[in-house]
């Protein structure tokens, strides 16, 4: 009589399964401590039956990450063009080789034709002062909230800052603007109503502690109806600095969004100094930009906490290409007409519907987002697909296998809309694959079976076997779904 043998016996030494040239592969581009730990899931997964002891090492690598980042590809479909949550606005084709260019060692702070030190990040700089020709000098921090704090605790600690009630914002994530300027030791002067300041509101305010005004583009939300507020125009000429916050970084008019302020005009109408950010309507890497009089500016640069708000290479680098290079994914996005997304839609919709998926192609609305062009729509045209596809588009196996980037779209009526608004036209076939491939997820997730059989035909009983897009192969997606 032979004893039954306890199968997690048989389970592979970890570092028999780490001899496989697959792990050891990936070991010199991830690291040891994440292939080790794909190969300790695993080797759980066969102690607990899951797989047999033989799949040890097949379900370590196809576990393993693409990179040894844990940040996710993304489409975004939400039909916001500047999501902060999916990282604000995706960097253009030459600003991401810019990135991968500075990634090693550069020149960006040193004079290769002297050998002496030079200027840090000088051809961002200047690249950012050509773009705002009204600027006498320009600055680049790690975020718009850093520029704001930079100048109030350069120009105004122990002084006052004359705000309007109706601008005394909240940024997001509730970090609201009293509580940041207040944290560098100026006091706020609140003058006006949340609905109506005039010109005598400032006027009144000033004294002997004040630093100067801000005037604060209320850029994610609108107020209507019985309002008034005062131009940057009319408050310059109270002599006294007036520091703008356009928020969300347009540096010259926008013919889409007129009313949207920006940089070069604010500061021909007498503002001393202008803060934006660069991730957003400019379509660059997270950076704050400060432009205005040389002096100010000169001031604020060499200011001690200048330092511990300076940006890197990699920022630099994306910033000059974005600034120098062809029109961002987000200025792409805000231009394309609605005619031509529907069209999109349609020839998407006809490939995907004679899979078998439920897909139609449906007029949308869209936003530009990031605090720019509140209370705007785009025209826009969207995937209309059933709800209970989300998750699996979101997280799906073949996401979390890498094979496919994630798509984040939006719920209305019961059905998910996959908004191609911000989806550039490249990503139409990613998109496209992406749906099969979650199609094909949830059908098997369905099936009776927890896992294909190894010998699967079209005939075989499981009928998740016959769905679209699904190979007969070890549940691998086929060319026509890649």
């Not at 773009?131 to 105004?156: C, S």
């Not at 703008?244 to 949207?260: A, C, Q």
């Not at 010998?455 to 897009?469: H, I, K, L, V, Y």
Request: glycine residues 10%; positive net charge.
């Amino acid at each position: 009589m032979v004893a039954n043998v306890d199968p997690r016996r048989q389970v592979p030494r970890t570092d028999v399964v780490l001899a496989d040239p697959r792990l050891v592969a990936a070991r010199e581009l991830l690291g040891g401590a994440l292939v080790k730990a794909a190969v300790t899931r695993a080797q759980d997964l066969a102690r607990s039956g899951a797989i047999s002891p033989a799949e040890v090492a097949d379900a370590a690598a196809a576990a393993l990450p693409k990179t040894a980042a844990s940040l996710t590809p993304v489409i975004n479909a939400t039909g916001v063009i500047v999501h902060t949550n999916l990282g604000r606005a995706p960097l253009s084709a030459a600003a991401r080789d810019a990135v991968q260019a500075a990634a090693g060692c550069t020149d960006v702070e040193f004079d290769l034709t002297s050998g002496r030190r030079s200027r840090r990040g000088a051809g961002a700089l200047g690249a950012l002062a050509r773009a705002v020709p009204a600027a006498g000098a320009v600055h680049v921090v790690n975020n718009n909230a850093a520029a704001l704090v930079l100048a109030a605790t350069a120009l105004a600690a122990g002084r006052e800052i004359i705000v309007s009630r109706g601008e005394l914002i909240e940024i997001g994530d509730r970090f609201r603007l009293p509580d940041l300027l207040e944290s560098t030791g100026a006091r706020i002067r609140e003058v006006g109503t949340t609905n109506r300041t005039a010109l005598p509101d400032y006027r009144q305010a000033i004294g002997p502690d004040t630093a100067f005004i801000l005037k604060v583009h209320p850029s994610n939300y609108v107020i209507e109806g019985f309002t008034a507020s005062v131009s940057v125009a009319e408050l310059a000429g109270l002599d006294v600095l007036v520091v703008g916050d356009i928020g969300s970084g347009l540096l010259r008019p926008s013919p889409v969004l007129p009313d949207e302020p920006d940089a070069d005009t604010w500061l021909r109408a007498g503002a001393g100094l202008v803060t934006a950010s660069g991730d957003k309507l400019l379509g660059g890497p997270q950076a704050g930009l400060l432009l205005g009089e040389p002096e100010t500016v000169t001031r604020l640069a060499r200011h001690p906490l200048a330092r511990a708000l300076r940006v890197d290479k990699l920022t630099l680098a994306a910033l000059e290409a974005t600034l120098n290079g062809p029109l961002p994914p987000v200025t792409q996005a805000m231009t394309v007409t609605g005619s031509s997304l529907m069209r999109r839609a349609e020839a998407l919709a006809g490939r995907l519907a004679p899979a078998g998926v439920d897909c139609r192609a449906v007029p949308a609305d869209a936003a530009v987002g990031g605090g720019g062009g509140p209370g705007i729509t785009l025209p826009s045209a969207a995937l209309s697909l059933p709800e209970r596809l989300a998750p699996g588009l979101r997280s799906g196996a073949a996401v979390r296998r890498g094979d496919m980037p994630a798509v984040v779209g939006r719920v209305e009526g019961g059905r998910l809309l996959l908004d191609l608004r911000a989806v550039a036209p490249a990503d139409d076939e990613r998109l496209a694959g992406a749906v099969l491939a979650a199609v094909a997820d949830r059908q098997l997730r369905q099936c009776t079976s927890s896992r294909p059989p190894a010998t699967w035909t079209t005939a075989s009983p499981c009928w998740c076997a016959r769905s679209p897009g699904w190979s007969r192969t070890a549940g691998k997606q086929n060319s026509a779904a890649a």
